[in-house]
């Protein structure tokens, strides 16, 4: 992974010469008012990239898409290139426009720069924030990387475990921005610049874009036409690339939409890729061929086994360098080492459902709010007791059971129905239970109903995405997978121009009763087969409540153990023993909390030495 890591200390000896040399750093700074300041010297890269004449300092990881408008924008206001490179380009942009020239970028990005002029330094994160950006300020100074475990490296000794960031990580499976499972380890939001002075020893934080979006009046056929164009234009923006590129093709609208608007715009054949398993209720490889043989394109699908995806648990889950629980990651990142072989770009078709309002949850959200309207509290209370006596059987977690108990059970009087659905883990009213009350918090997503109370419109709910799943899931699971698979993955449907433009749209273009992604299908309908498009897709479904009975018994048994808990003191033992023992002998199906609780403890002792 190519990355940026920084550090600013406050004392000119706290960081030795041999210990900066250890940490790949090289000091930009030596002494500023007793500040030495270091960034990380990758070999073989332009970082960083230095102003001599101005003194400005920039690292940079990621992809900027409008690279070429942007550069001939300061040709012609007299800067001359010496390479082709985004960090030079971002450079001369701050130079001409000082820390406005963040808007100015269309891409996936991390940033720091530091500028002697004004004696700040400038930490910036894209506006959906494909690149992760962490940062912590100790009594010795200000450090920041993409990576927790660098930021770990440089402390004393390692944090304690952040109690918000763990009830989180437990009710959603993930931690989004800005918490982290450390404490006082923050991770930079999306859309978000912080800025580091210098003299003040301080720092804060603003949004990089601050622009309200208005709901237009437009007819339906020209907000097709427009959407065509823009996921036309965002294809050809993110093909541009020195290196092999293909597409993920699962078959699903996305992928199929991308992968054809790339054919369609290029005079090579392109290359398609799709993962197949050997468990044929989970196999969806029969769609993706049909797209392949409609757009001509060279198609590799490869079948995968679980002793494929067992093999390599460790270094995906340990990868993401805090607990993270979304078993997709797994199908996700063979699909990318796979694709590495043969590519080392990809398009995908990541951010689709975000973006066009895609997801089940959205309609449920809808309907939610009639519900709410018509029964009666006390009703719903009995329907939901009842629903829990003939649904505790063993299921398959993506069955019809699961899923109207999980509707059921998230059904919300006081409007927060959005924010219980999303939960994947455990229920907070169930979580007091299994930790002890020294870490358990009430209301961890607090911070995030603050800034979006009570959602209630798919505009709303979409939001609410873009904060939590989007920020904390989706966009980690593809960034750090195709990390460690050697493979860029790009997201044409996930930019700024599309989420503006698709929230400025009435929310039935979007989504009208069960016609999800409706104006998105409409803009490509006449390219596909009729009613390809209408085509469900499952996704990447993988059995993990299954494993966790079959060939992670053992491990998972380990971690409940009296000597391993009494030691932790995190858990109630005898309540997680109880859920555990439950799943594991059949009796209940704990797929999911037992899954997050199996992630969690596997990142601890790694981390934690137990």
């Known amino acids: 992974m190519s990355g940026i890591k920084g550090l600013i200390y406050k004392k000119a000896d706290l960081l030795s010469k041999q210990h900066s040399e250890e940490m790949n750093l090289k000091i930009i700074h030596p002494k500023h008012d007793e500040h030495r300041i270091f960034v990380e010297e990758k070999e073989k890269h332009t970082y960083p990239v230095h102003l001599e004449e101005q003194f400005k300092v920039l690292t940079f990881d990621g992809r900027i898409y409008n690279y070429s408008s942007l550069r001939k924008k300061l040709e012609n206001e007299g800067y001359r290139f010496k390479n082709k490179s985004d960090t030079e380009l971002i450079l001369y942009l701050y130079q001409e426009y000082g820390n406005q020239c ?124 427009k959407v065509k164009d823009l996921v036309t234009e965002s294809v050809l923006a993110m093909s541009v690339s020195d290196v092999p590129l293909g597409t993920f093709l699962s078959g699903g609208v996305d992928s199929s939409i991308v992968s054809l608007c790339l054919a369609q715009n290029t005079d090579q054949k392109i290359n398609t890729f799709s993962i197949g398993f050997d468990k044929k209720s989970f196999d969806e ?62 398009l995908t078709g990541d951010g689709g459902d975000e973006v066009f309002g895609g997801y089940n949850k959205y309609r449920i959200g809808a309907i939610n709010h009639k519900y709410t309207s018509i029964v009666p509290q006390f009703f719903h209370n009995s329907i939901v007791n009842i629903s829990n006596v003939f649904t505790k059987q063993r299921e398959d977690h993506r069955g019809l059971k699961f899923k109207i108990r999980k509707a059921l059970q998230s059904i919300n009087y006081d409007g927060e129905f959005f924010y219980n659905i999303i939960k994947l883990g455990f229920p907070e009213h169930e979580l007091d239970r299994y930790m002890l009350s020294s870490y358990f918090t009430e209301n961890p997503l607090k911070y995030y109903k ?89 996704g990447f479904g993988v059995p993990v409540g299954d494993w966790l009975k079959q060939g992670l018994k053992d491990e998972l048994l380990s971690y409940i153990e009296d000597g391993f808990l009494e030691k932790q003191n995190i858990f109630n033992v005898a309540e997680i023993k109880r859920i555990v023992l439950n799943h594991v002998q059949s009796r209940e199906d704990n797929s999911f909390r037992v899954w997050t609780f199996y992630c969690f403890q596997k990142w601890y002792k790694n981390i934690y030495d137990l």
């Open 450 to 538: 603050s800034q979006l109370p009570k959602p209630q419109s798919l505009s709303d709910f979409r939001q609410v995405d873009k904060m939590l799943s989007l920020e904390g899931d989706m966009i980690v699971k593809v960034d750090r997978t195709s990390m460690l698979a050697s493979l860029e993955c790009r997201a044409p449907l996930l930019t700024h121009a599309l989420w503006n433009y698709t929230h400025s749209l009435p929310d039935h273009f979007l989504l009208k009763g069960n016609d999800k992604k409706r104006i998105l299908k409409k803009a490509f309908e006449d390219q596909f087969p009729e009613g390809f498009l209408e085509k469900s897709k499952q």
């Open 285 to 346: 490889t029969e769609k993706s061929r049909m797209v392949a043989q409609l757009i001509g394109s060279e198609h590799n699908e490869f079948v995968i086994s679980q002793k494929d995806l067992t093999q390599h648990l460790d270094a995906i889950l340990l990868n993401f360098d805090q607990p993270f629980a979304d078993s997709s990651a797994l199908p996700s990142y063979m699909v990318a080492k796979k694709t590495s072989d043969f590519v080392k770009v990809a």
């Open 102 to 225: 963040f808007k100015m970028l269309d891409g996936m990005f991390a940033i720091a720069l530091y500028d002697k002029s004004n004696d700040k330094v400038f930490i910036a994160r894209d506006f959906f924030g494909n690149k992760s950006l962490y940062y912590t300020q100790t009594q010795n100074g200000f450090v920041w990387s993409l990576e927790l475990k660098e930021i770990i490296s440089t402390l004393s000794q390692k944090p304690k475990i952040d109690k918000i960031g763990l009830n989180l990580y437990f009710q959603l499976t993930y931690i989004p921005a800005p918490f982290t499972i450390y404490e006082g380890v923050k991770k930079l939001e999306a859309n978000s610049l912080l800025i580091y002075d210098l003299k003040a020893d301080t720092y804060y934080i603003e949004p990089i874009h601050t622009d309200k979006v208005q709901k237009q009046n437009i007819d339906f056929y020209s907000a097709k036409k």
